[in-house]
């Protein structure tokens, strides 16, 4: 039992340090942000690394998303109704407000925020990190705020680009196997869907844009031991911002529903 | 001058430097040995505050930068440094020319056109010649360090650290690295800190031998006083390194 509580009282410790240092370095990037000139180049790098490179895999992931829901939608209604009905409906509600988001910021912490923790982390252990400090360039500035800003700007892209092409592929499905026309399927899409339910979802990929930048790049800040070390900063930081992901998404979708969002 | 006072860093329960004095001054090719993990690298750290000592005074030309948070002070200070890390810690994603230059950026206004030129100039210095298309993966440890070296130096700093400069290398590069250490010192009149455990090579070089055991310098004298030491860890230290 007193093992026990010294465990938990351990592990307490240890969280609150995280949390700590986490805000440190939120504090060091919003600084370095306003106080020096932006890092164009860098910039630029990261956002192609980290927001083109992820493109192809959240344009197929969301594509079966959309064919997959109008699939199960269309069976649904067909046998409660005998047709299919508001299949463009729900699969642009269930994209727009929740999947697009969602597994758009899993797919990207899975594969650009691991690439992060894994150059931050590599940068860390082999004192690259302190060669920036000697070389004139805090690696606030130089390392994450152009990482922070690519994540910023290509998740909700990337989430605009899957709500539509999970659309449309609900609609290939629709009209290929449900015999929905198109433009009954767009129909649905539009009569129901508001500017509100796409700004839900919208506002949602700056909170998971966020999160993952700064577990990714706490990750990696914080790597210790050589080559294993980045290993297993990379995999803890990958699984943390998958959990995170939901666990956020439930807390932010409860509060812009608060404020009528 | 360096001038440290009373410095003390622990990690955790670990008290790694403990109270550790010593002046290191202008033109001073200044060693520090001691065997691995005894804190060398610790210490060199902690003199440009890659490290935060937990108690204690560093004077660079007599400023105490020990203490300091103010972020523009320390890359004030830190700009006077040259620091070769153990294994060159080269950017690995930018090649040679981007590795040397890289400084030039950061710490001075020196117009680009001139970087060309300053590069080539620095990496002859380290006896390298046309090198700077090629990235960190494709030069071998000594060349790594040699490169490593030029980007250190780019800046004309007035000191220069050397962590582990000769640790790895076969006996030739071994010769090349010491003479490029004193070329530092007699070309551009650095100041120099080597941190190794290669004993012979610290009194071969330097000016001033400092050893260090249990978180202080136990001695710290010329390299002919230092081998008449009275002091056991000396008298050890220089038996397991096959001198006398
Ligand atoms: N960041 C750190 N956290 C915890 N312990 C450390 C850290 N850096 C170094 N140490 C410990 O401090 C001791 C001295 O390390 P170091 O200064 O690298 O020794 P040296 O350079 O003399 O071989 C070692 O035992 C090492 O394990
Ligand atoms: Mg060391």
């Known amino acids: ?261 | 001058m360096i001038e440290v006072k009373n410095l003390c860093k622990a990690f955790g329960e670990r008290h790694i430097l403990d109270g550790m004095s010593v002046k290191i001054q202008e033109g001073d090719l200044f060693s520090v040995i001691g065997p691995s993990g005894t804190g060398k690298s610790t210490f060199i750290k902690c003199l440009i505050r890659l490290l935060d000592p937990d108690s204690g005074e560093i004077l660079v030309d007599g400023e105490d930068i020990a203490s300091t948070k103010d972020e523009f002070r320390l890359a004030r200070i830190r700009r006077k440094f040259g620091y070769l890390f153990q294994e060159g810690a080269l950017f690995d994603s930018m090649n040679v020319f981007e590795n040397v230059s890289f400084g030039l950026k950061y710490l001075t206004d020196i117009p680009k056109s001139e970087y060309p030129r300053i590069v080539r100039e620095k990496l002859a210095l380290v006896g390298l010649k046309d090198v700077e298309k090629l990235k960190p993966s494709e030069l071998s440890g000594g060349m790594k360090k040699r490169v490593a070296l030029a980007r250190s130096i780019a800046v004309e700093p007035k000191y220069i650290l050397y962590d582990e400069p000769t640790t790895g290398l076969d006996p030739v590069m071994t010769g090349m690295v010491r003479d490029m250490i004193t070329d530092m010192r007699d070309k551009l009149g650095v100041t120099s800190v080597v941190v190794t455990h290669d004993l012979k090579l610290a009194l071969n070089i330097s000016s001033r031998v400092a050893m260090m055991y249990g978180g202080r310098f136990v001695e710290c004298s010329a390299p002919e006083d230092f081998k008449k030491s009275a002091n056991p860890e000396v008298q050890e230290f220089m038996r397991i390194s096959g001198i006398k």
């Not at chain 1, 007193?2 to 351990?10: Q, S």
């Not at chain 1, 642009?92 to 925020?113: D, M, N």
Request: glycine residues 10%; charged residues 15%; hydrophobic residues 50%.
């Open chain 1, 1 to 261: 039992m007193k093992k026990l509580l010294g465990r938990l009282g351990h592990l307490f410790i240890e969280l609150a340090g995280t949390l700590g240092s986490a805000a440190i370095m939120f504090k060091s990037v919003v600084f370095w942000s306003f106080m020096s000139k932006p890092e164009m180049s860098e910039m630029a790098k990261q956002s192609v690394k980290i927001g083109v490179d992820s493109f192809v895999v959240t344009a197929l992931t969301s594509f079966f998303t959309g064919m997959v829901l109008a699939l199960q939608m269309g069976q649904t209604t067909r046998n409660l109704f005998n047709e299919p009905l508001y299949v463009g409906t729900i699969v642009s509600f269930a994209l727009v407000k929740e999947l697009g988001p969602v597994l758009t910021s899993i797919v990207v912490a899975g594969r650009a925020g691991a690439v992060v923790t894994a150059e931050i982390g590599t940068m860390r252990v082999t004192e690259q990190i302190d060669a920036l400090y000697t070389l004139g360039t805090n690696p606030s500035r130089y390392l994450l705020v152009p990482r922070f800003f690519a994540f910023l700007l290509t998740l909700p892209l990337l989430t605009i680009f899957a709500d539509f092409i999970g659309i449309a592929g609900g609609c290939l499905v629709g009209s290929s196997q449900l015999s929905i026309p198109a433009a009954i399927y767009f129909d649905d899409v539009l009569t129901y869907l508001s500017f509100k339910d796409v700004m839900h979802g919208y506002v949602k990929t700056y909170f998971f844009a966020f999160m993952i930048a700064m577990v990714s790049c706490h990750k990696g800040m914080n790597t210790k031991g050589g080559a294993e070390g980045v290993g297993k900063a990379t995999t803890e930081a990958v699984v943390l911002s998958m959990v995170l992901v939901l666990v956020l998404d439930y807390f932010v979708s409860s509060m812009l529903v608060a404020v009528g969002l």
